[in-house]
């Protein structure tokens, strides 16, 4: 998440430089609750102490608003094509989305 959310403030200024305005924030779409939770909560638990740097980075993002997060179910997740092993009943459904 926090590589996507770099990807999207680097288009940002890449735009910003081109004279390209872009007011709107970029639509971040993840399928784990638990990492959404983690980058809007402002309170750390000794469990995430590794993943600190990444969190304050993503909600530093949230909280100016060049970045909104937003919940994705894993059965809509279109990239699981390419990066998971699927059923049959999962992965034809998810290819044809793709027009394959």
């Not at 995430?48 to 949230?62: G, L, P, V």
Request: net charge positive.
């Amino acid at each position: 998440m926090t590589r996507a959310c770099c990807k999207l403030t680097w288009l940002r200024c890449l735009l910003k430089d081109l004279g390209i305005s872009h007011h709107e924030f970029a639509l971040l779409y993840c399928d784990n609750k638990a990492a959404l939770h983690i980058a809007a909560n402002p309170v750390f638990h000794e469990r995430t102490r590794h993943i600190e740097m990444d969190c304050h980075y993503i909600r530093d993002k949230i909280q100016d608003g060049s970045i909104t997060t937003k919940h994705v179910d894993s059965a809509h997740q279109l990239a699981d094509v390419l990066t998971k092993p699927l059923g049959k009943e999962i992965f034809v459904p998810m290819v044809s989305k793709l027009g394959v």
